[in-house]
């Protein structure tokens, strides 16, 4: 098992449509995180920042984000939460969610 965490900000005026949609997470979206290895899928949010974590549980994490990339359900929800986020200047080049190292962990 893989932890990863990831930053992205959220536009101020579209917070509350942003967790109403995650409030109800379509039922084919939540699916297909499963069945690409995903569990223990958690989103924050602080001020206008959103923070994500989540455990990846499988063997190929690329084919599995590649998955994912390529659902159609997926790319619908995508073209919605899309415009209310705001990627940081400082994400590496192809992402749009910013990959934060892990410094620290205990169980």
Known sequence: MK??????RVRPEAIPSYKAYHA????EILATIRRSNIRN???????DLLFGYYEYHGT??????????SDP???EWW???EPM??????RAEGEWWAAMEEVFHTD
């Open 3 to 8: 932890r990863y965490g990831s930053v992205i």
């Open 24 to 27: 109800a997470a379509w039922p």
């Open 41 to 47: 899928y958690s989103i924050y949010l602080k001020d």
């Open 60 to 69: 190929d994490y690329q084919a599995d984000m590649a998955k994912i990339a």
């Open 73 to 75: 359900k997926t790319q």
């Open 79 to 81: 073209a919605i939460m």
């Open 85 to 90: 986020q705001k990627p940081l200047d400082t």
